[in-house]
T-cell receptor, first 107, second 123 residues
Framework: DIQMTQSPSSLSASVGDRVTITCRASQSISTYLNWYQQKPGKAPKLLIYAASSLQSGVPSTFSGSGSGTDFTLTISSLQPEDFATYYC?????????FGQGTKLEIK | QVQLVESGGGVVQPGRSLRLSCAASGFTFSNYGMHWVRQAPGKGLEWVALISYDGSNKYYADSVKGRVTISRDNSKNTLYLQMNSLRAEDTAVYYCAKDQRVFGTGVTYCDYWGQGTLVTVSS
């Protein structure tokens, strides 16, 4: 199985900050990597698919990059509604493993 | 608009069975693969199972393989998850999610999710 490791596990930041979350795969997954945002008590929401493609309706402050084993999710200017938990997921093979999550909190 | 509504969760004793349902609307259900993803209380997301659009291919997480069966009834626009021999560690919110594919690329992602149904395994 492919293991997905996110860093950091938690992060404190302020509105307006630029934030980067990293996701590393235990083997190459090309660009078969998606990012989701989840707020407490809610279902996950797709942000980025195929490592760098922005899902329709998602603000352009979100961007993704990477290929192979190393990926990043960047929020260029944090908004109050961005404070949530973020997950990466590989879709290169089954099981479709998620990272453990990164909780983004207000500083 | 796309809607996915899970049901069937509840409190069940260890070793017993439970069947979850996910009613889909707003899209042509029979054209899309479907996933189950779960989340234990206070924990992260765990992918559980995937079924192809026609039910011919099924994939499972190692943690549930042999105890869980994913199925679908395209005539009823409904996805199912039959869970047997339930354990305390199966306690979680279970989400169904629609699988979207980019034709010819192998790219796939979950673009719509239900609100989840809570399964609690406890004596």
């Amino acid at each position: 199985d492919i293991q997905m490791t996110q860093s950091p596990s938690s992060l404190s930041a302020s509105v307006g900050d630029r934030v980067t979350i990293t996701c590393r795969a235990s083997q190459s997954i090309s660009t078969y990597l998606n990012w989701y945002q989840q707020k407490p008590g809610k279902a996950p929401k797709l942000l980025i698919y195929a490592a760098s493609s922005l899902q329709s309706g998602v603000p352009s402050t979100f961007s993704g990059s990477g290929s192979g084993t190393d990926f990043t999710l960047t929020i260029s200017s944090l908004q109050p509604e961005d404070f949530a938990t973020y997950y990466c997921q590989q879709t290169y093979s089954t099981p479709r493993t998620f990272g453990q999550g990164t909780k983004l909190e207000i500083k | 608009q796309v809607q996915l509504v899970e049901s069937g969760g509840g409190v069940v004793q260890p070793g017993r069975s439970l069947r979850l349902s996910c009613a889909a609307s707003g899209f042509t259900f029979s054209n899309y693969g479907m996933h189950w993803v779960r989340q234990a209380p206070g924990k992260g997301l765990e992918w559980v199972a995937l079924i192809s659009y026609d039910g011919s291919n099924k994939y499972y997480a190692d943690s549930v393989k042999g105890r869980v069966t994913i199925s679908r009834d395209n005539s009823k626009n409904t996805l199912y998850l039959q869970m047997n021999s339930l354990r305390a560690e199966d306690t979680a919110v279970y989400y169904c999610a629609k699988d979207q594919r980019v034709f010819g690329t192998g790219v796939t992602y979950c673009d719509y999710w239900g609100q989840g149904t809570l399964v609690t395994v406890s004596s």
